[in-house]
């Protein structure tokens, strides 16, 4: 059974980076779409960057365009979210998601039945 874990949330300034870390053990990440999604509080959980399996198509959520890499390496079994440029905004618990049954990625909840337990990142002055 495959699980997530989510590691690299913390309190940055505006403007500032971090890197969020999603590594999986009982399965192979590379057999999987993978999501990052984020909740803001009062929010609703929202798709922030997907990556295909097939490796043809990696996707962001407009607002984060430009700012926000996704990026795979299969030989740690681990996926990241490079942010750039963090506005207060973007502060949400960040969870990956792993869906293993489609062609693609998704910003669909409802495609992932495999989710790591988040990471809190606060953008904060």
């Known amino acids: 059974q495959l699980q997530l874990v989510e590691s690299g949330g913390g309190l940055v300034q505006p403007g500032g980076s971090l890197r969020l870390a999603c590594t999986a053990s009982g399965g192979t990440l590379d057999n999987y779409n993978i999501a990052w999604f984020r909740e803001a509080p009062g929010k609703e959980r929202e798709g922030v960057s997907c990556d295909s399996k097939n490796g043809d198509s990696t996707n962001y959520r407009d607002s984060v365009k430009g700012r926000f890499t996704f990026s795979r390496d299969n030989a740690k079994n681990t996926v990241y979210l490079q942010m750039h440029s963090l506005k207060p905004e973007d502060t949400a618990i960040y969870y990956c998601?792993?869906?293993?049954?489609?062609?693609?990625?998704?910003?669909?909840?409802?495609?992932?039945?495999?989710w790591g337990q988040g990471t809190q990142v606060t953008v904060s002055s």
């Open positions: 998601a792993a869906d293993g049954d489609f062609g693609r990625c998704s910003f669909f909840l409802g495609y992932y039945d495999r």
